[in-house]
T-cell receptor
Framework: DTGVSQNPRHKITKRGQNVTFRCDPI?????LYWYRQTLGQGPEFLTY????????KSRLLSDRFSAERPKGSFSTLEIQRTEQGDSAMYLC????????????FGDGTRLSIL | QQQVKQSPQSLIVQKGGISIINCAYE??????FPWYQQFPGKGPALLIA?????SEKKEGRFTISFNKSAKQFSLHIMDSQPGDSATYFC????????????FGQGTRLTINP
């Protein structure tokens, strides 16, 4: 399968712990996105990478959140000092570099904060 | 600010019927309008998308109708099947920059056999 891959699929952690998620985009897609989806809502944009450069961040992305995409391949999203409100599905999407090409989503990482 | 409003929140349709979901947007700079289908525990999957230079696009049983002057677009699912039961999201984005998607709130569609 050559779709977007996300790991882990589920993460349960205690409040205050740090967590890290990984996204492997579709090969040769140079655009990579992170979104957050809470129960019963549509995904909300968090951040965007063009190759290895992080070019846009949402105001939703507090200073406890950091994302990287070393070498323009896989990406990681880290949340430090997790809070109850961080419980959500974290989705990764990738697309080719051309204008308004379809974004293909992974199946997400579901984060539960105890 | 809610930039894309979707209705209804939930919809029940009989097998073989037509399912219609509507979306309205505010930002006239939006120029790409996709629809995604999401099953429980899965990520959104692209169904069909339209750009504002056409008023309708059809792919199989799925049709997008687009009204630029009203800033509205809708998804029609013809001959709805139980396997179509899922949550559907409309979205919008604009060219240039991040081209990030702005999603509607979703419609939970149930097709009764």
């Amino acid at each position: 399968d050559t779709g977007v891959s996300q790991n882990p699929r589920h993460k349960i952690t205690k409040r205050g712990q740090n967590v890290t998620f990984r996204c492997d985009p579709i090969s040769e897609h140079n655009r990579l996105y992170w979104y957050r989806q809470t129960l019963g809502q549509g995904p909300e944009f968090l951040t965007y990478f063009q190759n290895e450069a992080q070019l846009e961040k949402s105001r939703l992305l507090s200073d406890r959140f950091s994302a990287e995409r070393p070498k323009g391949s896989f990406s990681t999203l880290e949340i430090q000092r997790t809070e109850q409100g961080d419980s959500a599905m974290y989705l990764c999407a990738s697309s080719p570099g051309s204008s308004n090409q379809p974004q293909h989503f992974g199946d997400g990482t579901r984060l539960s904060i105890l | 600010q809610q930039q894309v409003k979707q209705s209804p929140q939930s919809l029940i349709v009989q097998k073989g019927g037509i399912s219609i979901i509507n979306c309205a947007y505010e930002n006239t700079a939006f120029d790409y309008f996709p629809w995604y289908q999401q099953f429980p525990g899965k990520g959104p999957a692209l169904l069909i998308a339209i750009r504002p230079d056409v008023s309708e696009k059809k792919e199989g049983r799925f049709t997008i109708s687009f009204n630029k002057s009203a800033k509205q677009f809708s998804l029609h699912i013809m001959d709805s099947q139980p396997g179509d039961s899922a949550t559907y999201f409309c979205a919008a984005s604009k060219s240039g920059g991040a081209q990030k998607l702005v999603f509607g709130q979703g419609t939970r569609l149930t097709i009764n056999p």
